[in-house]
């Protein structure tokens, strides 16, 4: 079980996102959008993807620091144990409030909005909930997860076994014991990597960069 859960089904679902877009972006790239909906409701969703964005952006990096950065290498810069945990407990809680805030807003949007809402499909709603519940069991996890286990480190048990699992010498026995609560986060965001190829996310790859660095205005030479 310990294999499956933290190695075959991990591997799988990495497989299915770096297939799901090779086939998605070759068969059916006109579909590949973030089938923006701002033309149906402009008000809530400035907000909610707002607050969203901002907020899945430091969460990010929170995971970054805290997943790929040893945490020998952490103390060995001056960051203890305590401190590494405040900064984890504030500064990740907040990031994890305002994207909850942000993803509550777009729920509640499209689930209210008699247009948005019909012209969403099943991978829409799913995405949302699933997004949903990675963040609300993200932040039990910090907020009340890590106070019921004082004694589970997840940068001694979750994160040598993630980074493990990116330079293919994946450790599942460093899973045993982790708290439930870190266990489904985990699993329900894999299942996330799994459909992500089907859904609106895969607009997260065609951020348009070029856009801030294009002139204001762009004059074009008249043909001939
Ligand atoms: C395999 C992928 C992931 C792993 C291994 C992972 C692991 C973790 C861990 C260990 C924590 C506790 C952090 C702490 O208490 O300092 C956490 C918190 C959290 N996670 Fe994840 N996570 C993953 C994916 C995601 C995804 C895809 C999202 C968002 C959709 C997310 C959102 C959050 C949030 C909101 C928190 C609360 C604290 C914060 O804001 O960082 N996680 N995650």
Known sequence: MLQFLWVIFPYLMITIFIVGHIYRYNVDQLSWTA??????????????????????????????????????LLESFGVSESMYHSGAVYVGGF???????????????????????????????ITLILIFLIIIIGIYNTVIGTRLHPDFD?????????????TFVPDPSLMRGVPLGFQLHILISFALIGIWPFTRLVHVWSVPLTYFKRRYIIYRKRAG
């Open 95 to 125: 990031a994890g409030i305002i994207t909850l805030i942000g993803i509550l807003i777009l729920m509640n949007r499209r689930l209210t909005n008699k247009r948005v809402r019909i012209t969403s499909d099943t991978s829409d709603i």
């Open 154 to 166: 997840y940068r001694e048990t979750i994160s040598p076994w993630f980074r493990g699992l990116l």
């Open 35 to 72: 089938k923006s909906s701002e033309f149906l409701e402009k008000k809530t969703l400035k907000w909610g993807s707002l607050f969203f964005h901002i907020g899945i952006l430091l969460v990010s990096v929170g995971h970054i620091v805290g997943l790929l950065v040893p945490k020998s």
